[in-house]
């Protein structure tokens, strides 16, 4: 790394000019100098090293952006990147938008005979839409739809949601083809295709699965219909899938005794008992207690908050809460979280990325020691604390609350949601329900 006159360091790609300004300078890659015509990409930095570190990574996104535009997968993209190369994006968006002046249709046409005579191979569709000032129409892919979407979504900072985006286009590449994936608008799809991708699923996973990897898709297809105005309906939207709903392999919930025996089953592991005793008195889902950090127990006000952290995320919006605990959980996990920095995991061994599936399998050696029926698992604590608040008369809309669940409801979006003492009566009276409690 480089230092500018004050000894400064700066970063990759800066350089200091001799008056004393700082610019950005990236040498373009030796398969895009025919394209972009020129050795290097500039951007003004500013004067003072404050208004360079300020700008800088907008300007290196910038280039980056060039660079994968002039290799993009459509055509349209690719002429619009050479176009802004050579010319800049205010030229770029004016031939974008079909707004040519007569310095631009000159310039263009000045272009299209360099890139003629280039040393290098350019498409002569490029070429061609330089000759005409005309470009291809938009092609809005179901392939660039999912990368719309994993964008928005930012996909790329959530691994589980990444991994899930990028199976399900694997599968409609294997079932409905490469070209309609990646080539063909997204509105020429029909629902002849979504049941092809059904039908191809139903062949690999469980009817309920099936329905989780359409709801993917679909929620790809909404969203670019939406962003984009689009005159298409979601083939994806309402598809049929036989056997999904309950069925013979869903979980069952703990009765009250299996409870109390899976619990005395964990041992003298305290993390497990710990991790055990929190399922089972707030329903929550086993990553997002294996997943709290130091910060997201509240032992004065005796609550955890459940919340994307930097060990894991959430599986919906609606899972972001704050959940009353008792006494007894509170000393246990104040065990766990002493002489620890405010974001380190309160469970060290599976405070990580996948430890919650660690856990999962440790605490099921135990449980089944005690709990042979294949329905019922340590998920079955989820399950059963459904059923607690519902035979305590808890509303339905607080139970969604305690639970993480998604409300349909528009009312249930307003305001601030409920009180912490409202929430804690329903869990103290749910857990009251046992006859010894551990």
């Known amino acids: 790394m480089s230092t500018d006159d004050s000894g400064m360091r700066m970063p990759r790609y800066v350089q200091q000019r001799p008056w004393g300004s700082y610019r950005y300078k990236r040498n373009v890659p030796k398969r895009l100098l025919s394209l972009i015509g020129r050795t290097h990409v500039y951007r003004n930095l500013g004067q003072t090293y404050e208004e360079m570190i300020r700008k800088y990574p907008k300007a290196n996104q910038e280039v980056e952006a060039l660079f994968r535009k002039v290799e ?165 939207h309402n598809l049929k899938v036989k056997g999904a709903g309950n069925g013979a392999g869903d979980r069952l919930p703990l009765s009250a005794q299996e409870a109390l025996a899976g619990f005395d089953a964990m041992g003298t592991r305290a993390d497990l008992r710990a991790i055990y005793l929190a399922l089972w008195e707030t329903g929550a889902r086993v990553a997002e207690i294996t997943g709290l950090q130091v910060q997201d127990v509240n032992l004065q006000n005796r609550y955890v908050r459940i919340q994307s952290n930097g060990i894991r995320g959430l599986k919906t919006a609606s899972s972001e809460r704050l959940l009353p605990i008792s006494d007894r959980l509170v000393a246990a996990l104040q065990d766990h979280r002493q002489g620890k920095m405010k974001e380190e995991p309160i469970f060290d061994r599976y405070g990580r990325h996948n430890g919650n599936t660690a856990a999962s399998a440790s605490m099921m050696k135990h449980l089944r020691k005690v709990i042979s029926d294949p329905k019922k698992t340590l998920h079955s604590l989820r399950h059963k604390k459904k059923d607690d608040l519902r035979n305590i008369g808890c509303p339905e809309e607080i139970s969604k609350v305690v639970l993480g669940h998604s409300s349909t409801e528009v009312a249930a979006r307003y305001g601030a949601g409920f009180d912490q003492d409202v929430l804690r009566k329903w869990l103290t009276q749910s857990n009251q329900l046992e006859g010894r409690h551990p």
Do not use: C
């Not at 993009?72 to 770029?92: P, S």
């Open 72 to 236: 993009a997968e459509t055509e349209r993209d690719r002429t619009l990147a050479v176009v802004e190369a050579r010319f800049g994006r205010e030229a770029a968006e004016m031939f974008d938008s079909g707004d040519i002046d007569e310095n631009l249709e000159y310039g263009l046409w000045d272009l299209h005979q360099q890139l003629e005579h280039a040393d290098e191979h350019v498409d002569p569709a490029i070429i061609g839409n330089m000759v005409g000032a005309t470009l291809p129409e938009e092609v809005i892919s179901l392939s660039s739809a999912f990368d719309l979407y994993a964008d928005f979504k930012d996909a790329g900072e959530n691994k589980k949601m990444f991994n899930s985006l990028a199976r399900a286009k694997d599968d409609l590449k294997i079932s409905i083809g490469s070209r309609k994936l990646e080539t063909l608008p997204l509105t020429s799809l029909t629902r002849a295709d979504a049941v092809k991708y059904r039908d191809y699923l139903l062949d690999r996973v469980a009817p309920n699965s099936v329905i989780r990897y359409i709801n993917i898709v679909r929620a790809v297809v909404n969203h670019t219909i939406n962003e984009h105005g689009l005159s298409a309906k979601n083939p994806f």
